[in-house]
């Protein structure tokens, strides 16, 4: 069956660490996204992609980078990890644009 | 820009009592509105779209353009519906990014 997954499940972190958390899906779906999700915030979008070599800012992108080399992955980068980066991240994917998501498991990321 | 509102964080109610999860949104286009559902230690999953129309675990929505909402509806909670309830908008043209309202804990009691 075709599925989303991330990895690792759990990550803890310093300060400062580069930090790359994985997203790979075998639906074939042009579209990927990354949520962080936090208490009183909800689910919010980090970068989202349509297709190969395609990367676009969601709305709490700072401190993010994405890739999108195949379309299977789309691996989440923090440059430079920071407290307030600490969170549950969701990728999810989409055949179209309308199409509901599918979300992976999350990634519980603690940062030190 | 395109805004979920879910005014309440947490809703408790009793077996068998009717719940309402509120929803109200605002955006200039024709939206498209979905539920989504967290239960406990599982992922995210759809629970229901407006364009569908259709009953799910036996919760509805109905898209009101009057009032922006598309509040959650089930007449007789159960104890396996709590859970976390995310309401979630699609804009239309080129850009179509699902925006999510804060979600709602909702607990189903005994």
């Known amino acids: 069956d075709a599925e989303i997954t991330q990895s690792p499940r759990h990550k803890i972190t310093e300060t400062g660490r580069q930090v790359t958390l994985a997203c790979h899906q075998t639906?074939?779906?042009?579209?990927m996204f990354w949520y962080r999700q936090d208490l009183g915030h909800g689910l919010r979008l980090i970068h989202y992609?349509?297709?190969?070599?395609?990367?676009n800012k969601g709305e709490v992108s700072d401190g993010y980078s994405v890739s999108r080399s195949n379309t299977e992955d789309l691996p989440l980068t923090l440059e430079s990890a920071a407290s307030s980066q600490t969170s549950v991240y969701f990728c999810?994917?989409?055949?179209?644009?309308?199409?509901?998501?599918?979300f992976g498991n999350g990634t519980r990321l603690t940062v030190t | 820009a395109q805004r979920v509102t879910q005014p309440e964080k947490l809703l408790s109610v009793f077996k068998g009592a009717p719940v309402e999860l509120k929803c109200n949104y605002s955006?200039?286009?024709?939206?498209?509105l979905f539920w989504y559902v967290q239960y406990s230690r599982q992922r995210l999953q759809l629970l229901l779209r407006?364009?569908s129309r259709e009953s799910i675990k036996g919760f509805t929505a109905d898209l009101n353009k009057g009032e922006t909402s598309f509040h959650l509806k089930k007449p007789f909670a159960q104890e396996e519906d709590s859970a976390m309830y995310y309401c979630?908008?699609?804009?239309?043209?080129?850009?179509?990014?699902?925006?999510f309202g804060s979600g709602t804990q909702l607990t189903v009691l005994p």
């Open positions: 999810a994917s989409s055949d179209r644009g309308n199409s509901p998501l599918h």
């Open positions: 639906w074939n779906h042009n579209n």
């Open positions: 992609s349509y297709g190969v070599h395609d990367t």
């Open positions: 955006y200039s286009g024709s939206p498209e």
């Open positions: 407006h364009i």
């Open positions: 979630a908008l699609i804009s239309s043209g080129s850009a179509r990014q699902l925006t």
